[in-house]
């Protein structure tokens, strides 16, 4: 298991905190729906908190989010992507990688999973 201030991976979903605008509810994802996950560099952190700014990728709430430098995609094939900043990026994609999720890595080598 996986849990920080803005994700929450169980053995079953994810659940990604402050996702729906203006609620805050939370989004939860079983994760047989997720189709892959993408690493995504945020070199100057990311100035959106919450929302979208291209009507495809939807951030959910993170104040510290202009501090950190990595997002990841969750493509579960739907045209809205959810996009999270997780504390630890390593960690959930692990976890996610764990669960057979097809990730790609933070140098950009490509697509991973496990068998």
Do not use: Q
């Not at 920080?4 to 509810?25: H, K, M, Q």
């Not at 070199?43 to 939807?58: F, Q």
């Not at 993170?62 to 739907?78: E, V």
């Not at 669960?99 to 790609?104: C, L, Q, R, V, Y």
């Amino acid at each position: 298991m996986y849990a920080d201030s803005t994700v929450t991976c169980t053995d079953s979903e994810l659940i990604i905190n402050r996702y729906y605008f203006p609620w805050g509810a939370a989004k939860r994802i079983p994760l047989p729906a997720i189709r892959a996950v993408i690493w995504l560099p945020l070199p100057n952190g990311s100035w959106r908190i919450w929302g979208s700014n291209d009507l495809v990728h939807w951030f959910n709430l993170d104040a510290n989010r202009p501090r950190k430098r990595t997002a990841l995609i969750i493509d579960t094939g739907r045209r809205i992507l959810p996009a999270i900043t997780p504390d630890h990026p390593g960690r959930l994609v692990a976890e996610l990688t764990a669960h057979g999720i097809m990730t790609n890595s933070a140098t950009g080598d490509g697509p991973t999973h496990s068998a």
